[in-house]
């Protein structure tokens, strides 16, 4: 917020009114410019730390006391202060003190990290050109309109317009894996002419204001030359360089920095995260709310009868205890108040101080065992779990849904080619495998069995998948790797060739073009501007390229425009069959469609290759319009997709291809476990449905059992009826027999061993949705909604196919606000998954229940209080505290805090194997079951009853307080001493019944508590404290132990207590050895 | 905990950070449970039975002597006007009431636990510190200045409100009243006699110059120097019935140790015969309908007479035995039910 604040008022505070920028390269001051005015932008600092040293204090209390239970403590503190309270203010302020000093040490920890991480991005050294020398300077003090110089495997230190690299076609290869979590090689370009100089590169260059969009950036760069007109080059999100990538395969770029430190695509992303609150600590805050009412209520009730006895004469003021002169004049009301105030104070205890310091550092440890797992470790790229925020660990144990990528997340993104169709005609790549004795030029790696196409088509189709694409062959030791494929070409070996190095954005190219390579074409890489493929007879091919269509997702497909030597114009364009059947020839498309979906059936990725021949004038028509729209600044993006739609028009289809994603290791079994755990598993994918619908299938999200409900475009076409009318019947239908006509099933509990239920899955496409959520008349929009999450709701998986990224978010959205807010859970890898991981509640996880203990905490804390406020009806309502100051202190924060903390860490109720075998136990703790109300008021009654049961079991021992032998007796310390170590022993002993798990550190907490309380006592009570001005516990505890009767009765109210407990226990236990521990936690046996 | 420098490298294989640490898993199963429940049940029992065997051999003579109604004694003494009061209370024993006796007086609706007259005390004082007989603390207050403000010490309400009936106990045989020995030795707290309250130092060889400019507090007939001018070992603040009143009580309706008899010929106990009591009745208790009495009583290794220890564990052990047998037959019904299934 403040951090935001200060750098727009520093950085952007001037530019505010306009929507460019203008930059200087190298600071120069260009000719043809009005005048050369260095404006001022930020610097390349990146804080992410949230505080300074001196502003640590501060801003952190004030974040804290911002929670509600802190902020109460320090209400009762100060009422402690200023009212003449039972109690000192130490006994709320000490774990007050204790709990902040906690938070603050393991927030400022943390903070601290980033400060290490900032400092080290900060402090990076980095090489400037700086009026013709290269200077080292600290990544900090780079300035918008530096030239920086990058080496390979460095990462970028600021957002940047490539001007130079050491490769010769003036691209590099960047990897954005810290920024969108995407590790393949992207190709980023130079600005096209850029002059080689670049000490005496007089330019500057106009771009849009710092924006968080990664894929998005629009700028031009004026170029000025004595003499002549400025050039201008458009410059797009290829030239730019984003600060947090790291350069690969190039050895050294230099480029002119554009957005520095706080304004750089990077920071503006992780900028402005909110803390989103955990359901365990709204569930946590509402049992707050309940026994702050039993407090009040309680304190109320106490003031009332004090009252009331007092009026009773001789009792307000008797003789041994009179008023001083300034009570006897306090106003009468002002009194009761303070009364009033005073038993809040006495009762305040009855709020657990600690249990926000015990979530937090349950969660904050928590979270180390999710990194520490070794089953978590992925040795391949040497990286364990890493967990971004301990915040929402416990979440993770009350996921109902679940979002997932399909690409890279179910399948491993490792593509395989396949088999191809070439004018409709089948060619199996692993036949030819087989077949490669019999290979020669003119028999071509067709299938014997089958037709081939004619041998021009053939060629025609592979030059096609070996000029069409954006791969890169891999520099480093190419010309080995070249040598030894030429070798090898007649030594039938085909190894080498499957070592050549691929570098692209997408794992399908590269498959394509090892695809290619199998049946004869070698892609051998482009050389500024060219591209070099070996043909069939060995013969190097030249290919001029002339324009890249890019891929996008929207158009999803790509072309190149490219110039053979001859000097014809040719269009090569791939992309999925949905894109490209409308632009090519109909009767084409029936002899392909058919194997296009068969391989759709089959689970691979379909791509269809068209091309066209460009005469000389399209060829112009389309050169200009290109160029025209790369140059835009504004709707930039508009343009050329308008313009890339008015070229790949009119196409001629080659042929398709089919490649495998294979899936994950052990998705199947993954997605298996999860249903039976009662999560709904969406896939959100971009892919299209018959490719998704088989994935499904393949990793079991639909079975054979499973009925389909499709809401899909082809579903919606109908003759008879509008597709909206269509829509609406569908939705109908399908909500009355997945709805209305499904047997009442709890939600959460939806798929089950028992056969008797149907399932359903549900498939739904991009526009499709689109249609539900924006429908042409508003007045819809909730109907269709809320018929299509009740369908959604009660199916066991729900398929959503040609998803937009965004659509992906907007779906994860409707669902976490649907009824009953389910905690979600969104898995992805690539950058179209960003913004549903954003908006779902976890990242990634297998853990849950901790909340349980936040809840004990507080009937602790119920039985603690009780004796106390029963007390008053004998003390005269005087507020006479039970227990001595230090008990009340120490009680949450050193008594029974550690074991509560190793149970919420160390408890395993079932152990791991049982839990791995059965998924369906995640059920019992899903929905916060731990965290409801029955258990709540379960352990509420528990609470009372112990803390009567404390009382007056000594109160009746203390009819006579003669209880030594040599006939002394005990006073109101010594009562509460009883007391008090009562309750301690058996609230830990009660965890210690609940325990299932006894690591050694189990033992160590709960006996060393107990052990640490006694030794406690001895310490606190067997020495004269200077500091104190009473000395009220002297001796109490050690002449308590003295006595048989003290000893008896502690035990006898000890194990009183515990006996429902015990009893539940034993009650709730199985019987027979075999089914013990399973048979428990299951609703029904199987 | 652990170094969490390592976490982003390779996971440490160690039980602790793979949570595979050996872990006992008890199982309160039947076999167990029920055992325990009988074993408990007996234990408790048998504990119960002892404690209230023992409760019962303890003889405990109570006598009210406030004087509430118009014949009791000491009627006389409550009218206000009447100073230095003495009545006497007559009892007799059928059987050897056997000894150690213990001489308690007690007191009803009487809050030792007020949370102000609790505070209303200075320890600093207590312990001797002569420079806070000076300014005593606040939380003495009223009971820190007397009218004519000089400093009260020992100041406060507990101090103040000390109470101050004294007793004497004959045995009469034949008419004759023998003086039975009252011992007011070990009365009070070991650690408060010799360790927590300290008397001031005696100024020029004289213990009660140490309190000169102070006053006595104002319900007290003498100083505490002149709490027991028979015994300095018994004087000052270190005066048994002093440190008695001073450890508060826990409840309004409370008894304090008054005196031992062990001494003479009732070292064995007080034998059977008529005794009397004269009362030097000073304490007012009837402003605030309080009660007063005297208890004589012998204890036990459980201490006094205490009823309620012994029925809770008999109580108790006999609900542990009962549910012992519900669940064995629980138990039983359903393993024979599952043995039906299988």
Redesign the interface.
Known sequence: GLCKKLNSIYCGGDEKRVDSRTIYVGHRPCPDTEAFIPSKFCDNRIVSSKYTVWNFLPKNLFEQFRRIANFYFLIIFLVQVIVDTPTSPVTSGLPLFFVITVTAIKQGYEDWLRHKADNEVNKYPVTVLEDGRSVKKESEKIKVGDVVEVVEDETFPCDLILLQSSREDGTCFVTTASLDGESNHKTHYTVPDTEKDLQALPATIECEQPQPDLYKFVGRMHIYKPEQEPAVRSLGPENLLLKGATLKNTKKISGVTVYTGMETKMALNYQGKSQKRSAVEKSINAFLLVYLCILISKAVVCTTLKYVWQSKEGQDEPWYNQKNQKEKDTNMYLKMFTDFLSFMVLFNFIIPVSMYVTVEMQKFLGSFFITWDKDFFDPEIQEGALVNTSDLNEELGQVEYVFTDKTGTLTQNNMEFIECCIDGFQYKHRDTRSELDGFTVTDGPVNKLQQKAGQEKEELFLRALCLCHTVQVKEAGSEEVLTDQVDGIDGMQPQPEEERGFIASSPDEIALVRGAMEYGFTFLGLESKSMKIKNRENNIEEYKLLHVLNFDPVRRRMSVIVQTKSGETLLFCKGADSSIFPRVKPEEVDRIRMHVERNATEGYRTLCVAYKQLSAEEYAVADTGLREARLALQDREQKLMAMYNQVETGMSLIGATAVEDRLQEEAAETMEALQGAGMKVWVLTGDKMETAKSTCYACRLFQRGTELLELTVRTLEDGRLKREEKLLELLRDYHRRAVQDAPPVKAGVTRSWSTANQDYGFIIDGATLSLVMNPSREADASQYRSLFLQICQNCTAVLCCRMAPLQKAQIVKMVKNSKGSPITLSIGDGANDVSMILEAHVGIGIKGKEGRQAVRNSDYNLCFILPQFLYQFFCGYSQQPLYDAAYLTMYNICFTSMPILAYSLLEQHISMEILLDNAALYREIANNAMLRWRPFLYWTVLGIFQGLLFFFGVRFLFSNPALQDNGQVFGNWSYGTIVFTVLVFTVTLKLALDTRHWTWINHFVIWGSLAFYVFFSFFWGGIIWPFLKQQRLYFVFANMLSSVSAWLVIIILILLSLLPEILLVVLRKPRGPHSRQVYLFLPFPF | ??N?GE???????TAF???W??????????GI?IPGFLI?GLA?IG?GIG?FLTSQTIQVLEMDYTGIEKDSPCFRCTIQSVQNCTCEVTFSLSALFTG?V?F?YGLSN????????????D??QLTGDTQYFKSP?DVC???SYDSKNNPIVPCG?IA??MFNDTFELYQIINGTKKKVPLDGK????W?DYN??YRNPLSVNGSFASAFDGTVKPI?WPKAAYELDLTDPNNNGFLNQDFL?WM???????????YR?ITEGDYAMGLPAGNYSLTVHYNY?VL???GRKKLVF?N????????D??GI??LV?GS?CMV?AVV?LIV?AK??FS?EDDA
């Open positions: 905990m652990k969490e976490a982003t490298e390779r996971p440490d294989n950070t793979q949570q640490l050996p872990a006992w898993q008890p199982i309160l199963s039947a449970v408990i408790f504990i404690l150690p213990f308690y009487y809050f030792q636990n007020f949370r102000k007259y609790g505070v209303s005390k320890y600093y603390r207050s009223p009971y309400a103040n409100s070990g009365i009070s707290w650690t360790i927590k319900n008695v450890r508060r009580a826990a409840l309004p309706q409370f008894r304090k140790l031992r007012p402003s605030f309908d009583s204890v036990s290794w459980m201490g006094g007479k205490n309620f220890l809770a564990y108790v609900l549910m669940m138990y359903f393993k599952e």
